[in-house]
Every structure is written in C-alpha cells, then in structure tokens.
C-alpha cells in the first residue's frame, strides 16, 4: 500500500514544477510514482476548470446567474463542485494506492479551504469556512483516504505574480481577482498549516525548485521508510 502526498500554495509558487521534478527523483531511486492533480481530467473536473477557474462563459448554457451572484454564493457552488470531482478522484486514488508507492497530488483539499473560504465574512461568518472543513473530511472518509504528508509552498503574493509575469499561459479566472485576494488566500494556507501541524510541512516556495524538491524527496522516503 502506498502513500498519498499532496502539495499546495498559491499560483506561481512553484508547486507544479517542483512535484515533476520530486516525482522524478523518486521514479530513479526505484519507487512506483504517480502524479495527479485536481480538478481533474474527468467530466467534473473539466466543468469546475471552464466555469469556475476558467471563467469560460462561452459554451451553449445560460450561466449569466455567475456573473449576478455574489461571490460568496460562487463560492459556496465552487466547493459542491470541487467536491464532486474529489469523490471521483478519491475512487481512483483508493484503489491505485495498492500499485504505487506514491500518489503525489497537485492541489488538494486545502486549496478548497483557501480558495473559497475568502469569501466568508470572516469573524462573523465562521459557520461557513467550517463546513468546508467538514465537507472535506467526509469526502476523504467515504474512500478511507488519509494524506500522509502536505506540503506547502509559502510565497509572497507579489513575488508569485513576479513569476506569473513571465510564464506563458500563467493565469486563470483568478487573475482578475487584486493581490489583496492572494494575501487572504496564503493567510488561508498558513491558518491550516497552523491547526493541522502534523499533517502540512511548510515550506519557503522562494528557494530555489531543484533544492527543494531535494529536500522534499529526502522527507518522503524517510517518511515511506517510517511508515514501513
């Protein structure tokens, strides 16, 4: 039975990059590696990318009520939605666990958590970032799923963007959103860095990749060996 690995943090700290290059070091150390991501390929997982990442309102559907509502009421849509494609993905990650020594997940629940949850009303509004936390301990408990390990990436808003700039293809439907947005959102992540201490390592995103991916494949396989 293998590990679930996942990695997190805003755009442009470098997750993606590093994750192909940890899963790299690992398949030449002889470990059985694969490398996923949310939302998925899956029907689901294309829906949540067009309508709400992409921000594609140019299919044949009336989704004009996207642009009425309030960002909250977006938000709370965002996380049904996401919620679905994992319950979808969590089938297929129970039953490769059993092939694979490691699944590395590229965003997972905690950028549920993140993303939606700027959009309670903070002090006042707890209810709702909650039940973000709820929905997605029971999505993870319908497939008995446990994440061995979280790993970060903490980088400045503004040093993200810096990255961004000069990517082809570097945003999505958040890039409209002010960089106050991202500094909520990496307050987010550090919040459940801080409450969920034994499962998410976090790391300083502004390293440099090949160094960190060092050291994150030094801290899976001496946790493989722990576990077995």
Do not use: W
Not at 16 to 31: D, H, K, M, V
Not at 59 to 78: G, Q
Not at 173 to 179: A, I, K, N, V
Not at 184 to 213: G, M
């Amino acid at each position: 039975m293998g590990i679930f690995i996942t990695v997190e943090g805003i755009d442009g700290a470098g997750k993606t990059t590093t994750a192909n290059l940890i899963a790299g070091s690992l398949r030449e150390a002889g470990y059985r590696v694969l490398l996923t991501q949310e939302p998925t390929g899956t029907y689901l997982g294309t829906v949540v990318k067009d309508i709400i990442i992409g921000r594609d309102f140019g299919k044949n559907i009336d989704l004009s009520f996207l642009k009425t509502s309030s960002k909250k009421t977006v938000s709370i849509m965002a996380l049904f939605l996401f919620s679905a494609d994992r319950i979808v993905h969590l089938e297929e990650i129970s039953l490769k666990l059993k092939d694979f020594d490691v699944i590395l997940c590229d965003r997972f629940i905690d950028s549920t958590y993140a993303y939606q949850a700027v959009y309670s009303n903070g002090k006042d509004d707890k209810s709702f970032e909650e039940l973000i936390l709820t929905i997605n301990d029971f999505v993870l408990g319908q497939k008995n799923v446990g994440i061995s390990r979280t790993y970060l990436f903490d980088l400045k808003p503004e040093d993200a963007l810096k990255r961004l700039n000069g990517r082809a293809g570097k945003f999505d439907g958040f890039d409209s959103e002010p960089l106050d947005f991202f500094d909520r959102v990496r307050t987010n992540y550090i919040y459940l860095a801080d409450r969920f201490k034994s499962r998410i390592k976090k790391i300083d995103a502004s390293a440099p990749a090949k160094d960190i991916a060092d050291m994150i494949t030094k801290d899976i396989v001496k946790l493989i060996n722990t576990l077995y």
